[in-house]
């Protein structure tokens, strides 16, 4: 028992390092993608943007209505903007924007490779001579580095709208007080920690994505599998790595 | 040439190639027979280290597969073509870019002249305005002959058929045996085919290989197979429900 759990997790290691490395070698390769490339980075773009928006504003809305609810009678109104600001810069806006693109992304990743793995169009590619590592797994795990940020400044801006939304209609607190709040105190490494963030969460969601296409057997049954357990999986590392790396950036 | 020595495949306890050994003379015609679920596919996917074998060796042009390097391995690819028996076309291309792939990734043709050989390659097959569908919109004989148009596009000097002509009627059929003798002849391919299709075999084969119970239990002519008194081939050949090959139903 012990022995095949330790055992299919060092293989489930070894076969995530596997498809990494198969990604991060062909990076050289990236100028001569850049179409494949920006084929992946527009439809993670655009398939994830309607439900980054709509998350973003809620959130930013909620953070800012328990950001004032809190602290209500207790902290002049400026900090709420900067509560907000904070919140979503360090957590809120990597780790939703993750855990929203693993929920999407990954499992269409890990949904299109399972099935050309179990149509044997992956072999069909091999048979070509095109080597599945630069021409599927690369792209997908670059653009995933690419995307990631790009989404999460978007979902902070956006947060931090829906905070200023909040706090103009429902909190009685003036947009330039907000606004200011938002400036107060503002600390770069807390951007670019969460930005860092991003990036590897964007890693994660590209790797989930390929390893458990590529691990699909079977037929429909094995793609649907490997779906969810791509989704599952990102969610979970996700939420590690957002630990480990809030521990390095702001030790 | 493809030189195949004692070659060991099995998956979990199912051992599928049992030694299985063959050589392939550059220009030649070699199909393999047996039944299905023998080893077929398992064997073709083997030749082109798609499936790594448990022992035994692959040379092809007297390069070893074992133990080659990605690079090399991928390159020796692109001069085999194969037909999968699933046909396995890229859904998600059309079919002129099915066709074209392996030039849009290999050479430095423009997009038009790609195009222009994957129309010349699908006329081949039999196939003329469907360069801009999708997969999911042809029938599965279109998809198998779409298949052996990918195959070729490349001028393979090695062509694999895996079930060329299952599921195409007898005259579209038989057009792709005239034109896998054709390729042969005219650009001389060195073709291996795995066929049900016994009036196929005859036709197109140089050679014939019998594949039984993960062995190459005969190898012989056409006039060979014919006459040979192996009860195992000629049960096979007659297609009777009766004698000595086990297993099936
Ligand atoms: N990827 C795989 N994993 C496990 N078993 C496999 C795999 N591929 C093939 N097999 C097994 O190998 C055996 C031979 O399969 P193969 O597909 O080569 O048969 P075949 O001779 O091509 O049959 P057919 O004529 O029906 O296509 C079968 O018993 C099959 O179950
Ligand atoms: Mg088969």
């Known amino acids: 028992m012990i022995i095949r759990a330790v055992r299919s997790f060092?293989?489930?290691?070894?076969?995530?390092?596997?498809?990494?490395?198969?990604?991060?070698?062909?990076?050289?390769?990236?100028?001569?993608?850049?179409?494949?490339?920006l084929n992946q980075i527009l439809s993670m773009g655009i398939s994830s943007l309607p439900i980054v928006v709509l998350v973003s504003v809620f959130a930013g809305m909620v953070t800012c209505f328990q950001a004032a609810f809190q602290t209500k009678a207790y902290v002049p109104e400026l900090y709420v903007g900067m509560s907000v600001a904070k919140a979503v810069m360090i957590e809120l806006g990597p780790m939703l924007t993750g855990l929203v693109v693993a929920g999407r992304v990954s499992s269409s990743i890990a949904a299109e490779l399972g099935t050309m793995k179990v149509t044997e169009q992956i072999d069909a590619l091999e048979i070509m001579g095109i080597d599945p590592g630069r021409y599927l797994v690369m792209p997908r795990i670059f653009s995933g580095i690419i995307t990631l940020p790009i989404l999460t400044i978007l979902a902070e801006i956006i947060?931090?709208?829906?905070?200023?939304?909040?706090?103009?209609?429902?909190?009685?607190?003036?947009?330039?007080?907000?606004?200011?709040?938002?400036?107060?105190?503002?600390?770069?490494?807390?951007?670019?920690?969460?930005?860092?963030?991003?990036?590897?969460?964007?890693?994660?969601?590209?790797?989930?994505?390929?390893?458990?296409?590529?691990?699909?057997?079977?037929?429909a049954e094995g793609v649907g599998q490997a779906t969810t357990r791509a989704v599952v999986s990102a969610m979970v590392l996700i939420l590690i790595f957002d630990y480990f790396i809030a521990r390095v950036v702001f030790a | 040439m493809i030189r195949i020595k004692g070659l060991w495949k099995s998956f979990g306890d199912n051992k599928v190639l049992k030694g299985v050994n063959l050589d392939i003379e550059t220009g030649e015609t070699i199909v393999v027979?047996?039944?299905?679920?023998?080893?077929?596919?398992?064997?073709?996917?083997?030749i082109v280290g798609?499936?790594?074998?448990?022992?035994?060796?692959i040379e092809i042009e007297n390069v070893s597969l074992k133990n080659i390097s990605r690079k090399k391995l991928l390159e020796i690819r692109k001069k085999i073509g194969m037909v999968f028996q699933s046909s396995a076309l890229f859904d998600s291309f059309s079919v002129w870019e099915n066709v074209g792939l392996g030039l849009i990734e290999h050479s430095k043709m423009s997009q038009?002249?790609?195009?222009?050989?994957?129309?010349?390659?699908?006329?081949l097959v039999g196939l003329s305005d469907v360069e801009d569908m999708y997969p999911a919109e042809l029938s599965g004989g279109m998809k198998k002959r779409v298949g052996i148009a990918r195959a070729i596009a490349m001028n393979p000097q090695f062509v694999l058929y895996d079930e060329p002509t299952t599921g195409l009627d007898p005259i579209i059929?038989?057009?792709?045996?005239?034109?896998?003798?054709?390729?042969?002849?005219?650009?001389?391919?060195?073709?291996?085919?795995?066929?049900?299709?016994?009036?196929?075999?005859?036709?197109?084969?140089?050679?014939?290989?019998?594949?039984?119970?993960?062995?190459?239990?005969?190898?012989?002519?056409?006039?060979?197979?014919?006459?040979?008194?192996?009860?195992?081939?000629?049960q096979f050949i007659k297609g009777e429900g009766e004698g000595p090959v086990s297993g099936g139903i």
């Open chain 2, 50 to 57: 798609l499936l790594i074998p448990d022992d035994g060796e």
């Open chain 2, 33 to 46: 027979i047996g039944q299905s679920g023998c080893g077929k596919s398992v064997l073709m996917k083997t």
């Open chain 2, 112 to 123: 038009d002249e790609i195009m222009r050989i994957a129309r010349e390659k699908l006329k």
């Open chain 2, 173 to 234: 059929a038989d057009r792709i045996n005239n034109l896998i003798i054709e390729l042969q002849k005219e650009l001389n391919i060195t073709t291996v085919a795995v066929t049900h299709d016994i009036i196929s075999a005859y036709k197109i084969a140089d050679r014939i290989a019998m594949l039984y119970d993960g062995e190459i239990i005969f190898d012989g002519t056409p006039k060979e197979v014919q006459n040979t008194d192996n009860p195992y081939v000629q």
């Open chain 1, 159 to 219: 947060m931090i709208l829906g905070g200023l939304f909040v706090s103009v209609y429902g909190l009685d607190i003036s947009p330039y007080i907000y606004l200011r709040g938002v400036r107060t105190n503002f600390i770069q490494i807390e951007l670019w920690g969460g930005l860092i963030k991003s990036v590897v969460f964007g890693l994660i969601i590209g790797l989930m994505g390929c390893y458990h296409g590529f691990q699909s057997k079977g037929g």
């Open chain 1, 10 to 37: 060092f293989s489930y290691v070894g076969g995530v390092i596997i498809i990494l490395t198969e990604g991060f070698k062909n990076f050289h390769r990236i100028p001569k993608s850049y179409r494949l490339i």
